[in-house]
């Protein structure tokens, strides 16, 4: 055992020195000298400057400020299309539309009635009828009522406009124009060959206004079944509405559309509350002066104020223009001082307390929408315009609104609200 333990040793110390000596020879090897030519070196890439709002090079070699006004403009032209493409669509099927918004107004003024029905224990569609009833014999017994007294009174409005136009002729040729009667009879004669001429186109408008009547009884049907099914089932319609939209879109667009709807009704009563107080103070002017149609004009003011400014203009024109023929310069004046007051105390007192700042509109935005409405669809345009911006704004403030985190160590229980 000592002769092989002898060996064994032996065998070790030589594996153990040709161990060493490769490791020896291996770290006196000479590193392999560099190239003396840079041409067999090989090339440092090229540097990238891609800007950080660039996906590729080519752009970056584009200004910043041109690509930003190039992405602006491609995406006002998409939304430009599709804008012609909704009013397109909207022009087509305009006898479907403007009752549908009409039913909306209607529905957003008569909602707090049929909720005070509610809370009485009826069920929804009894307080919804009972509500529309209320709300078609109101408006049929002021229509009654108006054009009652306007046949009433049209015979002696025409007796007052003859004697105006008397008036005028006689001032004309005493007045500081010293017409003659050949001048002041050709004037007349003008204007009578200018009706003869007109007559055709006259009746022909009256014509087409005949034709017109069904698609009017049909828009009238079609108010009341709206608004009708709008305040039973609105609640449900705007879920139907959200569900067809992705999950994560779901909350932000069911409180846009809330927020947006509470906007509609306060302007909605606001409006009308506005409108009361302005037909109210205007028809007391006119019967403390005993003007003509004093009520009939009331109503007119009341119906005008729903379109902001323009419509108060123009009705308080009208009653201006009904003291002229019927009473003369001096009560016309003080109908004008009259309408002039109320609509000041409406600018600047009623409007800022009840409107508040829920619906509070710029009048620059006002005015260009009332324009553009009439521009589209005439009077319905100029009536739905203004909801329609305040609805808009409020939405898209509600929709651009950002959400709050919920932090990583916050508890979620099921079933909890959705945060604010």
Known sequence: ????????????????????????ARDETP?????????????????????????SKDDA???????????WSWRLIVVGVIGWVVLR????????????????????????????????????????????????????????????????????????ASA???????????????????????AIDAGQEWINSNTSSLTSTGIATVATIAELVTGLLLVIFATFFFLRDGRKIWRFVVRLFPV?????????????????GSYVRA????????????????TILNVEFAFPLAALVFLGAFIPIVGASVSGAVAVLVALVDEGWVVALITLGAVVLVQQMEGHVLQPLIMGRAVAIHPLAV??????????????????????????????????????????????VTGAAPPP
């Open 61 to 71: 070699e584009v200004p910043h400020s041109l690509r930003i006004a190039a992405a």
């Open 89 to 160: 669509v909207i022009g087509t099927v305009s006898i479907v539309v403007v009752p549908l918004a009409i039913a909306l107004l209607l529905s957003a003024l008569f909602g707090p009635a049929v909720g005070w029905l509610l809370r009485l224990r009826l069920p929804r569609s009894l307080a919804t009828f009972l509500v529309m009833v209320c709300g078609i014999a109101a408006v049929a017994g002021t229509l009654t009522l108006v054009v009652n007294q306007f046949i009433d009174g049209v015979p002696k409005l025409t007796e007052n």
């Open 31 to 55: 590193a392999p000298e560099p190239y003396d030519n840079d041409e067999f070196l090989p090339p440092a890439p090229d540097p990238e400057f891609v800007h950080r709002s660039t996906a």
């Open 367 to 412: 005015i260009i929408g009332i324009a553009c409405g009439v521009v589209l669809a005439g009077i319905i345009g100029a009536l739905v315009a203004v909801p329609l911006i305040a609805v808009l704004n409020t939405g898209i403030r509600r929709l651009s609104r950002r959400r709050p985190e919920v932090p990583p160590d916050a508890v979620v």
């Open 1 to 24: 055992m000592n002769r092989f333990q002898r060996v064994r040793d032996n065998l070790k110390k030589a594996y153990d020195a040709g161990r060493d000596s490769v490791r020896t």
């Open 271 to 286: 409006t009308v509350l506005v409108a009361f107080i302005d037909a109210l103070g205007i028809g007391l002017a006119l």
């Open 164 to 186: 105006g136009v008397r008036q005028i002729q006689e001032w004309a040729r005493t007045g500081p124009l010293h017409l003659s009667d050949d001048q002041v009879d050709q």
């Open 248 to 264: 994560n879109a779901r909350w932000s667009l069911a409180d846009a559309g809330d927020a947006s709807w509470a906007t509609l």
